[in-house]
């Protein structure tokens, strides 16, 4: 049976949900019995080539989310939100009733003891957005995974699941939205 192959990414989150799924422990050897990885932050693959299914944690927060987001999309038979961020914006969107420019004011130019005295404007620095998006506001989503973060328990249910052939289903003890 050929491997399915797997990516993964982290757009404007904490890289818990990646870390979550690490706990699924010995499990990962069973899983790569059953899929090979693309980009993802286990490997060091720059970009996302044709993949079975793409794997994104985190919300879109400036304009290099918006490109690998959309990469993800356009070589990923199947993509997956994982984890609060990626499905809501989760706590990164918790800027999104400030003003953007009074946050990097604060931040860079007042604060005690974060203030540089600049706010940073090297052009190779994504343009930050306005406000921080779940992912489906920009591509079509597949499933969602929610949680903060999901468990190890409810990624390796999904994931076998849907590795599978079978409708991904998290049932009661796994599913949580906190
Ligand atoms: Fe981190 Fe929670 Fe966001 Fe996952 S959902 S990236 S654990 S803050």
Redesign the pocket.
Known sequence: MSKLRVATT?LA?????HT?FLDIDERLFDLLKLVEFDRTPLTDIKHCGPCDIGIV??GICNAENVAVLREFRNNCKVLIAI????VTG??PAQRNHLDLGDCLSEVYLTEPGTSHGLIPNDPELPLPLDKVHPIHEVVKVDYFIP???PSGDAIWKFLTDLIAGRTPTLGHGLIKYD
């Open positions: 982290s989150g904490c890289f818990g949900c979550s944690e985190g984890g609060s961020c990626a989760g706590l949680g903060c973060p």
